[in-house]
């Protein structure tokens, strides 16, 4: 099971200058860390936990204003770049016959405008924000996916960049493996094990491959 941002797309640059702009526009000073902290969440409640830290409120509707002028912006500076490794691994492994879930809090209509068709194409669930009542770090995401699937939580292993993705794999049973591809390694101590890219993970994957 794959996260997307950060995992697989390298788009948590575009993430967070979309997220500055329109958040300095309502008064608001965000870091790399506030956003990239937060990857997986769903936005109305980083919007809340964001205004909170200022000692503000907000509103539901203003806080779905502000999505909606993020996404928008997004949209407008997006370019197509993956984590180096990625499209590869993916392909290995579906090609090796394994089944492959993607896991992200981004929206489905940006899923569909971010991935490839044929990348997209090969796994066999997608689970988005746009599929879930709570996002990560609750266990959501990862118990729908393992429903997709049909199969239990000691039957997957969860590739994730984030505090809040690791968190809802472990909550949903599931051993997670994370990539410091966006945060350092120090914000990932929650996975079972850490990499320092793709391409180091894919080598334990291989050797697990090769012992089938």
């Known amino acids: 099971m794959f996260d997307m941002d950060g995992v697989i797309t390298d788009t948590m640059p ?13 008064g608001l ?21 964001i205004f909170a830290q200022s000692a503000m409120t907000i509103s539901t509707s ?3 204003r502000i999505i909606d002028d993020k ?4 949209k407008q500076i997006i370019r197509q770049r993956f984590i180096p490794g990625s499209r590869t691994l993916i392909k290995k492994l579906y090609h ?5 879930a993607l896991v992200t809090g981004t929206s489905r209509h940006e899923v569909e405008r971010t991935m490839p068709k044929k990348l997209l194409a090969m796994f066999e669930a997608t689970v988005t924000g746009s599929d879930v009542l709570l996002g990560k770090p609750h266990p959501e995401p990862y118990l729908n996916a393992l429903k997709a699937l049909k199969i239990s939580g000691e039957e997957a292993i969860v ?33 079972d094990r850490t990499f320092k890219d793709l391409k180091s993970l ?7 491959l090769d012992k089938k």
């Not at 575009?14 to 309502?26: P, Q, V």
């Not at 493996?177 to 966006?182: F, R």
């Open 14 to 26: 575009y993430h967070f200058r979309a997220w500055r702009k329109i958040l300095r526009n309502n």
């Open 29 to 49: 000073t965000v870091s790399k860390f506030d956003i990239y902290s937060r990857e997986g969440q769903k936005g109305t409640e980083s919007i809340r936990e």
């Open 62 to 64: 203003q806080a779905q």
């Open 71 to 74: 996404e928008r912006f997004f």
């Open 96 to 100: 090796n016959g394994v089944r492959l």
């Open 159 to 191: 590739i994730e960049n984030a505090p809040f993705g690791i968190m809802s794999a472990k909550a949903a049973g599931i051993k997670c493996y994370a990539v410091s591809t966006s945060l350092p390694a120090k914000y990932l101590k929650g996975a």
């Open 202 to 208: 894919s080598g334990v994957l291989q050797k697990a």
